[in-house]
């Protein structure tokens, strides 16, 4: 099959090359090795045109032997897409499913549109569903347009209705295509929706597939159960922990500018604590629940709203995100996630099922274009690990509903990772663990004042006293503007 207009090259007209000095030439030189670094970016020019044009020809072998060159990452110069995007909108289907193995679902080419979005723009519905059924693809991504993939198969719909095609106008309903959307062509007609296109034109049988279609989006399910607002917070966590330990010295003044993240409209701290492990009595984290309370305290003085989930499973912890995520409001200024839990590497954390969760599919689930609502916002991510002590049975790939670490995906922002420590490293007393006592202590008495890179800086300091050796450590990821937690603030 041919390829589509958006993908085809437009050949330029010859004329005289100019002379370029030395100089020049260096300077670019040197320019495109840092542009090497942005990975995906860039590639060695020479094959990136032939590996396009296998794609569009189908030629799998070809493909599969230029990637050796090229790498998965490599973009169409034109509109910035991924060999994903381009066969999926040329109708690919085996190239597709070869590709998925080697790039996220997720990723965006200039128009923020994924693989997803083209393959529906064009009406292929075939590659529609092999994409869906990708288990870490995101059918909520909006392009720059703000349209999801299914506005787009909407928008097929309503020309298969034009066309009388009705065998696709079921597939599209089938992959959630609405007829109730409205477009520009339709009004063109002196109609707004596909839905009155098909009345219009007296069409029974597409009349009677649309009837069974309802038009109405049920909200997304909110499970407030454990959610601990800042009002009223004080009684609330006496009431399920006892008095508070922590006492939180107030902000007295807010640091602004267009280098700080705006923190003064609070965000949620999400706290995942695994204290009990099935069938290992040897690994029970007795103060687990301790460091849960602790971190309800001290957030909540903050002015964060709070969530607890205690000893779930793998599928109970994906879940439980899932509905973190749906209840998720445009307005909020970020999120903290606490994981506690043992860990073998600091790069997954055991559930209470003895199942493995990657930090590294926990870090991409919240980011951009898997979580919208928190793009250019903070998420801090606090890793409690009790470090190395549990070494047999550890799995050499992660429970299956967690994704391919080793697919391409989107490069992360604002994203800072504090790890409890730097190795095997287990300290624990009655009232808490040393890592969380620690951090709770040192928001606590300096939060109010001090920027996060030099709370990090005290929090080491006063984990030092424990153990030379195994100290906590901060990494950024595109955490590129100074973080306040401005306790006692409020709009």
Known sequence: MAPCNRFSRSKSTSVTPKRKSAASISRKKMALERRSSEIGRTWPFKHASGIFDAVGKGDLETVKELLKN?????????????LLHAAAAIDQREMVSFLLKLISPNVLDEDSDTPVHLAATNGHTEVVKILLADKEMNPDIINDDSYTYKDL???SLFDAVLRADEDKAKEFLDLGADPDREFQSARDLGIKTTRQLASTMCNDTLNYMFQNVNDHRCPPHVDKALKVSAKGRE?????????MRFKVQPARRQVQGHDVYSTISKGHVCIFHYGSFRGRPDLELTASEKDAYNYVSVFSQMGYTTEVHSNLTAKETKEALDKIKASMSENISGIIFIICSHSFTNDIFLTSDMETVPTAWLINYFNYPQCRQLRYKPKLFIFDYCLGFYRDGIKAMPNSMFYDPMRIQEPHFDNLC???????????????????TYLCRTLADHAHNLEINKLYKKLVNKCSVSSLYAVPYLHSIGFDRRFYFHPGLAL
């Open 418 to 436: 504090l790890y409890s420590s730097n190795c095997a490293f287990k300290a624990q007393t009655k009232d808490g663990s040393v890592f969380a």
């Open 235 to 243: 009684a609330h966590v006496a009431k399920l922990f006892g008095p």
């Open 153 to 155: 198969l909407s928008k």
């Open 70 to 82: 090229v790498g998965p990452g490599v973009r169409d110069y034109t509109f910035s897409g991924t």
